[in-house]
């Protein structure tokens, strides 16, 4: 069987269970669900994907398969306090510019080492999005969609790890390590959903057996032969999905020691900086050495309301020594040309300062950055104003970051997937590249 | 934001967050106008008489030598500044001092500010430079103390720093570093300067990331640890442990730092408050020599913000986000009096420090949005 003989419907009727459970590169799901569907003869979720999705992966998927690392500021960053300054305007705060590694380029003085590692960077000052509260602005730039109530758009980890993860591994192709997003794989549904881990990134309990090796493998045993012979008769989705998350539960068993990463730790504490945070973007590297497709690091408590200074002060220093090592250690691994890495919250915060010493939300004018496969660094593209009140130039909406995001992954952001019979494309429609920031 | 009186009622300085440093010189009470002129209409309020030129970044403390000739000011520039408040004035700048009230006529006028409109023209008043400069912190400089001989000063920073200054030789008499991530948010002395309690926290790296606080006494000759103070609260207390669980422990205690510190004039009990934006912010009494805690009292809605025994020792002196002023015993921790109203709990720009006169009987506070106030008791 090959793949295109995927898209000829009548062939979906001869699929047995078995044979479909040999195309392990396929979405079992879907393709189970087609075949119901098809002998109903009804029109069913996910049929269009049965067309357009693992039909087409193997044409969709680019020659070169990068991955992606996403450093999560939950709660958003001051842009004031990161990469826009604004010394000297009333806006300004208590923070001064410091130089970086690429002329004429300045940043908050609470990111030395970043700023040594500006010629890496893409930084976008002229961000301007649609959402300005957490669970909104969190959807949304996981999504590149505002939330609605007829569609569940996937988190664009849940797309990459479709169009650039790897079947058959032992690890999932899309790892969250405390992350605050829950939009989850949406309508591409359970095989691209996420796997998370706890704060400090270990994995869950559940994730190990609590028997001997003998006792796990006869239990194993008596199970997959219990499952079997149900499954024969019994072509139910949940079984199926039952079955399949035991088979990733068992292969994690093969790769746990990626996840203890504490012997690594001694040697890496310095580059990273001895932070939980740190912890995390070391995992966040093994797991991307270990072929993982899409890996989520998250900060938590940038939601400085009150007390904006010295939120930062706490926060920003451990956050860019774990973020400048995960860098360079990705260069050093020859992993940084092949590995995009985006930091971003969910929004920015307001140019005046309240009478709490805090920032407010805003989504007029703020600041991502991009490093990494794909992308074009030692550039800061787009500009606020005098203020940083408004965008001066090149605003950047949250679909043209998403669709540049995915042109640099090499995946086509009009690509499109189906909820139920309509069309979606990875980036919402009239999203534009950003193609300043692209290497090609 | 700073204040302290420069050896008479009549005279104060006051620092901002800008690290702007100017001086007062305040009118009779008998000539002031009515506060409710002086905050509705511009021009009322007294006008600056000197500049104190040198500081490039936030003023956070600030204290007078007892002659009352040398004001010493700590800032986030990383230095401590020593400035001869009667010295000949060396130039001239322009200077803002009522962004808010242009704010609140221009509004009145139904036109919009721009920032010309703000930040200028401004009043000419004369300026002076600092005499010394010392040098030797990493970071933020955020807690000062002077002992009450002026003698000794005890300065903290927020790369975890302490620094213990001989005054009038300008030099350094011994430093020690408080826990790795700490930040040092206050400091206080002894009247002969020989003892320091020293207050440690840092707002959280992460949830799941939060060092501990600290509170201890000192040595301050070789910087010796005598006591640990949030010990002898919290005996199980692992100062290692960084985890949300051990947060749980000194939470209630500290809520967002003991972030401010006075030394009752007896040498006996240290006022500690609990700072940050909080429910209560509240004053710890504690035994100097033990370290238990004697009494909790008052509570500022919004956390508290500094502290201040008065001379007799007989009442401690809160200030908070609350806007309010508090006045309370410390015999029974009855408060007695209130100084402000709330100005809309923590919506408004709440009081950042306090300072009294030499004779006690005037006292003057900061708030964030940039006000000095006085009070005169009696």
Known sequence: ?440 | MAVAFLGSDRRIAAGDRDGRLLIWELPEPTDIPPIEQQTKSVGVAPVPKLSLVGHTNGISRLAITPDGKTLISASFDKTIRFWDVAASPSGFTEVVVDHELRDAEARRAGKKVSPDDKDGPGIKIETIGSTHTLEGHRDWIDAMSLSTDGRRLLTGDQSSLVIAWDVAARKELSRWNGSLWNWIVATALTGDGETAVVSEYRYKRDDFDIPCPALKRFNVADGAEQLDLLKVQFPKLDPKQNTYGSAQMWRKFIANGLVALDISPDGKLVAAVQGGETDNGQVHLLEMETGKLVRTISGHQSGATDVKFTADGKFVISAGRDTVIRICQVEDGKEVAQLGKPRGGQFKDWTSSIALSPDQRTLAATDIGGWVHVWTFG
């Open chain 1, 1 to 440: 069987m090959s793949v295109g003989d995927l898209a000829k419907p009548t062939l979906l009727a001869s699929v047995t269970v078995k044979k479909e459970f040999m195309i392990d590169h396929l979405s079992r799901r879907a393709l189970l669900k087609g075949t119901l569907a098809t002998s109903s003869g009804g029109v069913v979720m996910n049929w269009g994907d049965l067309f357009h999705g693992p039909a087409s992966l193997a044409a969709e998927s680019a020659p070169t398969k990068k991955r992606c690392i996403l450093l999560w500021m939950n709660g958003g960053a001051s842009q004031f306090e990161t990469f826009d300054m604004k010394p000297g305007a009333r806006t300004g705060g208590t923070f001064r510019p410091i130089n970086t590694n690429v002329a004429g380029a300045q940043i908050c003085e609470l990111m030395p080492k970043i700023a040594q590692q500006m010629d890496k960077l893409a930084v976008i000052r002229s961000m301007r999005t649609s959402e300005v509260d957490h669970p909104g602005g969190i959807y949304l730039m996981h999504t590149g969609y505002r939330p609605t109530a007829n569609v569940r758009f996937p988190e664009f980890g849940a797309i990459i790890a479709k169009y650039n993860g790897r079947e058959g591994t032992n690890l999932p192709n899309f790892i969250k390590v405390f992350s605050q997003a829950d939009a989850g794989a949406g309508f591409l549904g359970p095989k691209f959903q996420p796997f998370a881990i706890g704060p400090e990134g270990s994995l869950p309990p559940f994730s190990s057996s609590s028997q001997s090796p003998e006792v796990e493998s006869r239990r194993h045993q008596l199970r997959t032969f219990l499952e079997e012979t149900y499954a024969k008769e019994h072509r139910a989705e949940t079984s199926k999905m039952h079955r399949e998350a035991y088979e990733a539960s068992r292969r994690l068993q093969e790769v746990r020691k990626v996840f203890d990463i504490d012997a690594e730790w001694e040697k890496h504490s310095e580059l990273y900086g001895n932070s939980v945070f740190g912890r995390r973007c070391l995992l966040a590297r093994r797991l991307i050495e270990e072929g993982v497709t899409f890996v989520e690091v998250s900060q938590s408590s940038y939601d400085s309301h009150a007390d904006n200074a010295v939120w930062h002060k706490a926060l920003v220093p451990p956050m860019e020594h774990a973020w400048a090592g995960l860098l360079v250690d990705l260069q050093q691994r020859g992993l940084l040309d092949s590995t995009l890495v985006v930091w971003m919250g969910e929004i920015g915060r307001t140019p005046n300062i309240n009478n709490r010493a805090g920032r407010d939300h805003y989504v007029r004018s703020w600041s991502t950055a991009l490093a990494g496969g794909g992308i074009k660094g030692g550039q800061v593209y787009g500009e606020s104003d005098a203020t940083g009140v408004d965008v001066k130039d090149n605003p950047v909406t949250e679909g043209d970051f998403f669709a540049t995001i995915y042109s640099a992954l090499g995946i086509d952001p009009k690509k499109e997937n189906f909820a139920g019979v309509r069309p979606i494309p990875l980036a919402p429609f009239g999203s534009k590249v950003v193609s300043e920031l692209l290497t090609s």
